[in-house]
């Protein structure tokens, strides 16, 4: 199965990275042309796994002689099939899991040095083992790897204290269509020559160069952490409560979830080993995580003193700080399950929205009008970083629905909920990207003069277009 | 004196914000045409001053259609001649300062919209009135303005807790070359919805597009503040002190600033009212402010754990807490006061540089035999934002030496200091950007690729050359 491209040209990609390194077998390339959602299934003959950064750049190069569409590809955990290819054959995936060495870790820069390929998780371990603190934390740790963290300006929890992907990236190597190595492996803090080259290849999806290397932002590991479950009445309440914890937590507030009655109820029931935290019902939830640089006690305090504020306030209903480090990791856990809970339930339409914060309340009550209009009885299971802006306004089908006909109504629930974003200044894609999912959306919907600007950057980078095809824009 | 530009468009230009925004005359044009230090002086027969941002575009579609070098300037305080036109009186000025309205604040979800001519000190007062903080703060700051704070990434002293102007900055509206508006003015903390336009504009100089409006992030006022004065022995020590209160006092850690000796010197010598806040001789001092979201008693708790385990670890010589916010104020006006205090002192030759924070030390020893190697006897005015890398690498003249002798040595100390810094992996320009100044050196020592592609996207954003031509790229 060579679809579109030579034999001959698929031997001399090969031949750069070694017989061994370059799958052909379908066996082997399985695992690269599908992802765990089984949303996006792609179709290549090859797939390379370089070694080097070299390597990278003599593919890079060959492409660009040969005008070989390339889509490069991280842990393979992306949400909106940036990393895969299309289903003509013609692509050849570019993995860069091979280059996974962690070049160095500074501790007195507070910087960190790692590869394309180090899995997140891993990159946690080293800089752990040195002492320091890599903020960045996703459901998918344990594979995605640095490089689609950044290709993908990654979210997550740790965004509320430390920011997305793009704030914690100070420098980057990236090879470009034409295999030129741009090394822009910088330390610093302050750096004020010329455009922002680094901000475009973040978040670009790999459609204007591949990311080989990322010289990342370390922080002291705090030395108290604290996780409270509270129960709220509304999402008002909950707005109320943010209020709250970062006028007295301040940066110190490093978590807050907002978790609706509804998807925590999927994950009480589906979900091995969980159970509600609080005793009473509310129907909303709120995971609050601060912590303190300066002592464990230091975080216990602060948290005490906004939870008793906030149930005194009857912002709060009830609350409960989890009593050891297990019971944290329970509710952590309880949230990160949050997402799987949905697949017994049926058919899921999802969305990775935001709107700005003090919108949230607005938005969730108008989100259940716009979704009861499309589908009455549509289960909404929303949670996410509320502090962020950020909700998984993901939509569960009604009891007793066929799934089909439930995902038959994906446009128009998509519409409904996206129309209503962009009423409110949102944005549609608040963490996961564009990639093949959003691409047609993306471009229907935006200002024309955004679009326009953005194919004119493409263009200017990728003139060829051999970069991630058919992603982005 | 209208140059190369023909009088009849001159009047098309003046009909679109009429006559009494369009300034011809040299009495009241020579404010635009100048700047503080005189090292840059333009030659313009225009200085358009529009009203609107519809006034703005018609200016850009006027200048694209008929190819006229349009120049952008804000408060017009900028240090490397971004905001002058140059000497052939072929450019026109475009003053964004009646501009400055404050669109909006919105205290929930913690944003300011402003507009470009918005000088920075009115919109602290603004947000302060709001009981918010925004924490951009520079020397200029009286008569710099938002727009030109962006179009550099301003910099300053409060980067350390909150980042540069990049970082404070959540959405743009940008007038393009060609006229059209791109309105990206979101309050989003998340949206990863293709490329990264904001971060391009910002930093640009005015060189992509004119930046008329921003969105920016807002914060809590800290509850306490205080500041200290330190002496110390070396900049190692200085090293291991921005260790230790990093450590101990994390994002509560506000200012970190590193004076030399000699620059003190100058200040209290020259400056009415200042002086040494500490009685002993010191060849390094620290200015080190640490703000509590929490109270004002935690500030001075902190403050002092800082210092007192510092003085007895004899990482800190001697230290000094302002025992009133008129001393604290004295402290950073001494602080503020060191870049003209260099002035009595004779010829100065400037640098604006960054390296990684942990070779500060080795910078300032390598930096003194660099600069003795050039000129024996310079006195060496360093100081700056430590926490950052950021110095101000200032060299004055030896005594007695003439004036014109030392600043014939230029080109050779800024050589000398410049390659030691890209020896080091620093950056030639910090904080204050290229604009004319430094754009022959960037292009001469910049990887040819990263040239190349500011090229590219020079021409993608600007095809026609009338966005700020000869600066930056």
Known sequence: MTGTLDPALLDRFAAIVG??????????????????????AGISPLVLRPGSVDEVSRIMQLATQTRTPIVPQGGNTGLVGAQMPDRSGGQVVLSLSRLNRIREIDTLSNTV??????????????????????????????????????????????????GNARELCLGLEVVLPTGEVFDDLRKLKKDNTGYDLKNLFIGAEGTLGVITA???????????????????KSPQAALDLFGRATDQAGGSLTAFELISDMVLSFAVRHIAD????????????????????????????????????????????????ASSLAQASAFWRLRESLSDSQRPEG?????????????????????AKAVAAVCPGARIACFGHMGDGNLHYNISQPVGMEAEAFLGLYPQMN?????????????ISAEHGIGQMKRAELIATSQPIAIDLMRRMKAAFDPAGIMNPGKVI
């Open 113 to 162: 040095t790692a590869e394309a390929g180090v899995v997140l998780e891993a990159l946690h371990a080293a800089v752990d083992a040195a002492d320091r603190l890599f903020p960045l934390s996703l459901g998918s740790q344990g594979s995605c790897e640095i490089g689609g963290n950044l290709s993908s300006n990654a979210g997550g929890t740790g965004v509320l204290a430390y």
């Open 347 to 367: 058919g899921s339409i999802k969305h990775d929205i935001s709107v700005p914060v003090a919108s949230i309340p607005q938005f969730i009550e108008r989100g």
């Open 214 to 232: 990322a010289v990342l932002k370390l922080f002291a590991r705090p030395k108290g952490r604290e996780v409270a479950w509270v129960g709220l």
């Open 415 to 427: 519409k409904a909920v996206h129309d209503l974003v962009r009423e409110m200044n949102g944005s």
């Open 274 to 321: 969980t159970h509600a935290p609080l005793q009473g019902e509310w129907p909303w939830h709120v995971l609050i995580e601060i912590s303190s640089g300066r002592s464990a006690k230091d975080a216990r305090t602060l948290m005490e003193e906004v939870l008793i504020a906030a149930l005194e306030e009857e912002i709060a209903g009830d609350a409960v700080i």
């Open 19 to 40: 017989e061994r390194h370059a799958l052909r077998d379908i066996a082997e390339t399985a695992p690269y042309l599908t992802e765990r959602r089984a949303l996006f």
